[in-house]
């Protein structure tokens, strides 16, 4: 991606923003070398202002989402139309290596995500990058949805799928001290003594991060 319209997002400098879309209103529609669109990444970045931004602009001119800024934004309507005329349905793989359920998951909503699951997203899959990833580890990550976490369970999501590192869903439970997350899990077979492969436990990354209440639950559970 053009690095300086880069930084800009990064920063929320939404005026400078403003300023280089006026000069260039093609950055618009400016996608990185992967395919990653300026919208995509205000997304990414949490960067409220400048998403609100893109959206506005791009909707008075007439440009409509792709995808996979559907699935990022919840857009529903739009999803359930791109779906219809998309012949790979619900298994498209961005170019950065996310699955459409995967980023529903991490930064859309539930109702997307029920869609997309209605639609035949794996739950499974994995990404196409280094986290190798489930759309159950975004979710626990980014998301943290309580009801996005159940409908991916429901649909079998492996509360112990292991991604890089051997990193398990409950550890996003443990760093964001969210006890109710990892009794969803641990309630759906996950297995709260799991160890990375640094050999450490979500007992002990809770502890680390100051999360002494839930460490001592975690160390209270059977193994």
């Known amino acids: 991606m053009n690095q300086s319209l880069l930084r800009l997002i990064q920063s929320g400098a939404t005026a400078e923003l403003a300023d280089a879309v006026a000069a260039d209103p093609a950055l618009l529609e ?13 997304i990414y970045t ?6 609100d931004f893109f959206l506005s602009q791009r909707a008075e001119r007439g440009i409509q ?4 800024e559907a699935s990022a934004l ?5 999803l359930r139309d791109l779906l219809q005329d998309n012949t790979d349905g619900a298994q498209v793989f961005s ?5 459409l359920l ?4 991490a930064f859309g909503t539930p109702g ?3 869609l997309l699951l209605a639609h035949g997203a794996a739950v499974d899959a994995v990404s196409r990058n280094a986290q190798h990833n489930h759309p159950l580890h975004a979710a626990m990550a980014i998301g943290k949805n309580r009801e996005t976490v159940q409908l991916l369970l429901k649909a079998d999501a492996d509360p112990d799928a292991v991604q890089a590192g051997g990193f398990t869903p409950i550890f996003s439970a443990a760093t964001a001290n969210r006890r109710d997350l990892a009794e969803l899990l641990i309630s759906h077979g996950a297995d709260p003594h799991h160890q990375t492969e640094q050999g450490k436990t979500p007992a002990q990354f809770a502890r680390e991060r100051g999360y002494a209440d839930l460490a001592d639950w975690f160390e209270s559970l059977p193994r």
Not at 102 to 105: K, R
Request: no cysteine.
């Open 46 to 51: 949490g960067q409220i202002m400048a998403r």
């Open 112 to 114: 997307v995500v029920a």
């Open 65 to 68: 989402l792709d995808i996979f």
């Open 95 to 99: 170019g950065d290596g996310w699955t």
């Open 74 to 78: 919840g857009d529903e309507t739009r």
């Open 30 to 42: 400016y996608r990185d070398p992967q395919g990653v669109s300026a919208l995509l990444w205000s």
């Open 102 to 105: 995967h980023l529903a998951a």
